[in-house]
């Protein structure tokens, strides 16, 4: 079945500074992608959709210049968190639509910890 | 805007018994999909299974069914001979046909199973 593949799966990152994450669509090509970012015990809050070739769409009060998404290939979909707070320490999914099919197909998840 | 409400927030029941996830949703559109997500301690969301708006017939995947009642708008769960390996936060979810195809989930729901 269709994969998607996110990397890394957990990842340390000091205050100020910025982290990648990567989202790869393994045997199919995504031209949309989709951000969501989840607290301890909580559901899943959609924070952009990436659309390849074109500048994502942001969800009302996401900070677009905090979480810069790229999705510069049809496999490829990146979110960088640009000096990361300890606020932003949270778990970041990814999930893409595997064209024709119904539904989601979801990444593994990032957890980021920002000391 | 679309509104997903899963009114449980824990259930609890032992193994090999049946037991049942409530979902509501609001919506005015009348062409739609409603999933149940299941998210096990990996935090890998899985898809459990998915029904279309426009099909009356309830949907099932061996153990799983849900009954969607459209006027209602309600979208629940059975899980029957429940299994330990059911134990996980379930997440109901609902995407529109048209426009952007974002899913919007409810609170959850976290099921164990006991022995």
């Known amino acids: 079945g269709a994969v998607v593949s996110q990397h890394p799966s957990r990842v340390i990152c000091k205050s100020g500074t910025s982290v990648k994450i990567e989202c790869r669509s393994l045997?199919?090509?995504?031209?949309?992608m989709f951000w969501y970012r989840q607290f301890p015990k909580k559901s899943l809050m959609l924070m952009a959709t990436s659309n390849e070739g074109s500048k994502a769409t942001y969800e009302q009060g996401v900070e677009k210049d905090k979480f810069l998404i790229n999705h510069a290939s049809l496999t490829l979909s990146t979110l960088t968190v640009t000096s990361a707070h300890p606020e932003d320490s949270s778990f970041y999914i990814c999930?893409?639509?595997?064209?024709?099919?119904?539904?989601?197909?979801f990444g593994s998840g990032t957890r980021l910890t920002v000391v | 805007a679309q509104t997903v409400t899963q009114s449980q927030p824990e259930m609890s029941v032992q193994e090999a018994e049946t037991v049942t996830l409530s979902c509501t949703y609001d919506?005015?559109?009348?062409?739609?999909?409603l999933f149940w997500y299941k998210q096990p301690p990996s935090r890998q969301m899985i898809l459990v299974i998915r029904?279309?708006?426009?099909?009356?017939q309830n949907a099932t995947e061996n153990r799983f069914s849900v009954n969607f009642q459209k006027a209602a708008k309600s979208f629940s769960l059975k899980i029957s001979d429940s299994q330990l390996g059911d134990t996980a936060m379930y997440f109901c979810a609902f995407m529109k046909l048209q426009g952007a195809q974002k899913l919007v989930f409810g609170q959850g729901t976290r099921l164990t199973i006991n022995p």
């Open positions: 919506t005015s559109e009348n062409n739609y999909y």
């Open positions: 029904q279309e708006a426009y099909k009356q």
């Open positions: 999930s893409a639509i595997l064209e024709g099919e119904l539904g989601y197909t």
């Open positions: 045997d199919f090509q995504a031209t949309t």
